[in-house]
């Protein structure tokens, strides 16, 4: 740090500043080896996240005092710390905390008072039940997951082309956490779903998981074995970090400067997939072919004289575009198309194909022609109209047959994999068998600093799968893997509590947090093993625990709690949480009485607000690449099935946080500033939510008090106070003619209220 600060102190010549900043350059080229050759040194005393969970039994005390096994241990660190943890929440609050964190929805104004009438011993518990058993868990649950898999519908980068089949995967998730598909298959399924059940389709589907993130598929040239390489890194890095909870892809280029991860075990793990393929596998059958061709061919004869008529109305643009192009070239670019073929170098051959890409007259040119042409207007209405028939009729064409996006081998002769320096596929070295990291083994019979190999079975399971990634996932899942039981519990406890029990959940290195309850996270890895894992019991446990209903006041008058432990990772209290945006999204229908609850199926095109689609597309394009669902309801379907394109995001996802699915995202930030109080005022969603809600309370109630009374228990699960229900009708109080008005400003009130945006 001494070193950074000097650089900076004013005063100094120009000299000495340099000289002072080539010392700074030195020590952070260098120290970074010094570093890693430290921590590889310290491979004796491995690292806690290293070493199998230890057994250990719950401390007594808790269990008879209304908590479970998770309050034991939180209890008994509370004691050590002799922090006083405060009363438990309200039943409004619980029911409306346990209801969002399971579904990602509030809870019914019925469901309300069934609860409020039911204090019979159990309540709380069957309320829990009840809601592991919703269909709507799946579609809460599988969010945090394709947060860590950064699943959207199309590739990214320049061209962002569409994935028609990508939501096959999103569907998958849902139904697996839906059906409580214990983890370890889980797992197994996406890592080597085509090895574990060849033809299953919905194993193939799984086995999308390593390539749901971007894809760089560019107009330009790419180096086929860079290509490859990126596709491997993706999957290598993706594997490391969610599975293993490692920084595993900071070993690519070099030995990890931190962990005892050393390059080969990059290109160890890597090896496991060298013989994987991005694939689109056929899962449809014949009949569902034969369909596809006849009703395609149908609505494709209806097509071809509207587009002969749309290539003649824009053939005389096109055709003086050209011509403009043409008169723009140089005598020297005349004089090189004119030579010979036979004749051109190889850089005049690359030249000339770079004249006739220039002269290629894009479609966008055209549409901009059309539009300017104001001597002639009709001609922009005459193509508009047909591009909308065009459209029109394309939309009828029938969806694609089935295909998985996967990842499948084929057994061929395996490439080697090579360490490679720096990462640079063109600096290849030593040859690299597939293996786990080293530092998972130590102590173990596969102990390769014993002279031993890596017990991996690696034997072909027959002629068209190698059985590598299926070792993988079986090794991944295995009692004697330290890491992937523990960073699931954790991801868990991370998203019910606010905060993992390891504040880092895809890091569980030596720059990590170290877990604040090692007993317990540990426990919790080996119960979760021991019912089979299953993740629905892990749930159940954690938000039946005393710990997980208890309020999230800050109350100092009855716990030391913010004195002796202010960031609460003791868990005295509750942590209040803002909704994420997409349960922020769907609650806001579902009071309003609009959600559409339709599941499963790709992902809808919904209305884009006017300045982000005139950021993204040009008044020509919107109809080609962002055509809005025709169904008017598609708009208000849940978030968890609407069209994720990784370059275009809808105001309410960018305002409130969520990933941009580039790399996998374990923990989302939280931030606050304008905008999103804008997009919660302003928006045409937010409008006609409000206006919706509005609507729905004035059709399905009588009177205002009725009103008022079932709008606040939509809300916020609790009647008005006093004070709320005497303001709320001065408010409302006024001429009739404005009364839908006012109701409606009522409603954006509630829904923009602090109250509505937090769970408790």
């Not at 070193?3 to 350059?25: A, M």
């Not at 085509?194 to 180096?223: K, M, T, Y």
């Not at 010979?340 to 549409?367: C, D, F, M, N, Y």
Request: include cysteine; charged fraction near 25%.
């Amino acid at each position: 740090m001494r070193f950074w600060e000097s650089g900076r102190e004013c005063g100094r010549t120009g000299s000495q500043n340099r000289s002072r900043w080539l010392w700074l350059w030195l020590v952070l080229l260098f120290m970074p080896d010094l570093i890693g050759a430290e921590t590889a040194s310290t491979h004796g005393n491995p690292h806690w996240a290293f070493t199998a969970p230890a057994a250990a039994s719950p401390p007594a005390g808790s269990a008879s005092a209304g908590g479970n096994a998770v309050d034991a241990f939180l209890d008994a660190a509370l004691q050590r710390r002799g922090i006083q943890p405060v009363a438990a929440a309200s039943r409004a609050e619980l029911l409306r905390r346990a209801t969002y964190d399971l579904t990602g929805l509030l809870p019914t104004p019925a469901e309300v008072e069934s609860f409020r009438r039911d204090v019979s011993p159990g309540s709380y518990d069957r309320v829990v039940d009840r809601l592991l058993a919703a269909p709507t868990l799946g579609e809460r649950w599988a969010q945090h997951w394709l947060d860590l898999a950064h699943y959207a519908d199309s590739n990214g980068f320049e061209l962002d082309a569409d994935r028609p089949d990508a939501w096959r995967y999103r569907d998958w998730v849902i139904r697996a956490f839906n059906e409580d598909l214990p983890y370890d298959r889980f797992v197994q399924m996406q890592v080597a779903g085509d090895e574990l059940a060849p033809g299953d389709p919905a194993a193939l589907i799984a086995a999308g998981f390593a390539r749901a993130g971007p894809r760089e598929v560019v107009s330009g040239n790419i180096d086929p074995e860079v290509r490859r390489q990126n596709e491997l890194s993706e999957a290598t890095g993706t594997v490391g970090s969610v599975f293993l909870g490692l920084t595993l892809g900071c070993a690519r280029c070099h030995d990890h400067k931190f962990d005892p991860l050393p390059a080969t075990d990059y290109y160890g793990l890597q090896a496991f997939f060298a013989g994987a393929q991005l694939t689109e596998v056929r899962i449809h059958d014949d009949a569902e072919q034969e369909r596809f061709e006849r009703e395609t061919q149908r609505i494709a004869g209806r097509i071809k004289p509207l587009e002969t008529e749309f290539k003649k109305l824009e053939e005389p643009y096109r055709a003086r575009l050209g011509r403009a192009k043409e008169e723009g070239l140089t005598g020297a670019e005349r004089a090189l198309r004119d030579k010979p073929k036979e004749s051109r170098t190889p850089e005049e051959v690359r030249l000339v194909e770079g004249i006739g890409t220039a002269l290629q007259v894009k479609w966008e040119e055209v549409a901009e022609a059309v539009a300017a042409n104001t001597a002639q207007p009709a001609d922009f209405a005459a193509r508009e109209a047909l591009k909308r028939q065009i459209y029109d009729l394309q939309r009828q064409l029938p969806p694609p047959p089935a295909r998985a996006m996967s990842l499948t081998e084929t057994c061929e002769p395996i490439p080697e994999t090579r360490l490679l320096g720096r990462g640079d596929v063109k600096n290849k070295r030593a040859v690299v068998e597939p293996h786990p990291p080293s530092v998972l083994f130590a102590g173990t019979s596969a102990d390769p600093s014993a002279g031993g190999g890596f017990a991996l079975p690696l034997t072909p399971l027959d002629d068209t799968h190698s059985g590598r990634r299926l070792a993988l996932a079986r090794w991944l899942t295995s009692p004697g893997n330290p890491l992937t039981a523990r960073v699931i519990v954790n991801r868990l406890w991370q998203h019910h509590f606010g905060r993992g029990l390891v504040g880092t959940p895809s890091d569980f290195g030596t720059l990590g947090d170290p877990p604040v309850n090692q007993e317990l996270l540990d426990w919790l890895a080996l119960e979760l093993m021991r019912n089979g894992w299953h993740l629905k019991p892990l749930h159940r446990l954690m938000v039946t625990s005393r710990a997980y209903q208890r309020s999230s006041a800050d109350s100092s008058d009855v716990s030391n709690g913010a004195e002796l432990d202010p960031s609460n990772r003791l868990l005295w209290r509750m942590n209040r949480r803002r909704m994420e945006a997409e349960g922020l999204r769907d609650s806001v229908l579902a009071v309003a009485g609009i959600l559409n609850r339709h599941g499963g199926g790709p992902g809808a095109h919904i209305y884009l607000e006017p300045e982000v689609e005139s950021l993204i597309f040009t008044e020509a394009e919107v109809v080609e690449l962002w055509p809005v669902e025709a169904d008017p309801a598609a708009e208000w379907r849940r978030s968890a099935y609407l069209h994720r394109k990784r370059n275009v995001h809808y105001p309410i996802f960018d305002a409130f946080d969520v990933p941009d699915a580039q790399p996998p995202c374990p923990q989302r930030s939280v931030s606050t500033h304008a905008p999103q109080a804008l997009v919660m005022l302003n928006s045409r969603f937010a409008q006609n939510s409000a206006r919706a809600f509005a609507t729905s309370l004035l059709r399905e109630t009588t009177g205002d008090l009725d009103r008022i009374q079932e709008a606040f228990l939509r809300c916020q699960a609790r009647p008005p106070t006093p004070a709320e229900l005497r303001l709320t009708l001065d408010f409302l109080d006024g001429p009739p003619d404005s009364r839908t008005e006012r109701w409606t400003d009522f409603a954006l009130a509630l829904l923009n209220s602090n109250e509505f945006i937090h769970v408790p």
